[in-house]
């Protein structure tokens, strides 16, 4: 039921963090993947045993939405599955913050997401099958704090992937989203840096320690899978026990 052999998988933000990880466990299933980014891919395609394709792509703007579905479709006649995952963060108080810095993080977060799922969907709805798997926040459960637009846009990814998941499942396109709690990866430098807010995040973590990238990864691979046809407009966190708290 996980197996992907021959599945094509498009995941963005793939040269680092938890949208590597996201890449090795779908190629360890069996995907051909399509690496999306503004980066070289090289670390990640070192990394897989499998086929793969780097497309560069700068997820800030609309304009390289045409060139990625149609870069994969020449690449491999399908698309299967799309992980939407490349993101950003800017954190400033609420009360300075700048237009600048909610509408870069709402660009790649939201708007992007929106508009390359639904690029993606005109392939396959057609074909009635194919998994879409959004990459959320546990602030798209929470308020958070000094970090408004990116609130925003996750609080805005759980619903579209509610929304599109309604639109979508009656003709085989599942819509879900992972939300990770807080993985060591670049997003997160700052926050393990401040031995103050360090401490207190994994002090308040039930499993006691910050997540890793790859343990996303099997969250995805199930979501991406057979084993979810019934599985749709579901925000899972993987979190170490974050929420329950
Ligand atoms: P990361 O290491 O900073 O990775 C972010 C990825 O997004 C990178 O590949 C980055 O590429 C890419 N990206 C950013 N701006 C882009 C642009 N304009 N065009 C193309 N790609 C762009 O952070 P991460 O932690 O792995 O984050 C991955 C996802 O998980 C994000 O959506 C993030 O919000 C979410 N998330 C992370 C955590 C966490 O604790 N780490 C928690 C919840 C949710 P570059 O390397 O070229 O910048």
Known sequence: MFDLTDRVAIITGANTGIGQAIAVGLSDAGARVALVGRSPMNETRGMLD???LEVTADLSSMDAIP???SSVLD?????????NNAGIIRRADAIDFTEEDWDAVMDINLKNLFFLSQAVARHMLPRGRGKIVN???LLSFQG???VPSYTASKSGVAGLTRLLACEW???GV???AVAPGYIATNNTV???QDPVRNRAIRDRIPAGDWGRPEQIAGAVVFLASDAAEYVNGVVLPVDGGWLAR
């Open 50 to 52: 499998g086929d793969s």
């Open 67 to 69: 060139c990625i579905v």
């Open 75 to 83: 690449w491999a006649g399908q698309i299967d599955i799309l992980v």
């Open 135 to 137: 990459i959320a926040s």
């Open 144 to 146: 958070g704090i000094r």
């Open 169 to 171: 499942a009656g003709q």
């Open 174 to 176: 599942n819509v879900n």
């Open 190 to 192: 700052a926050l393990r």
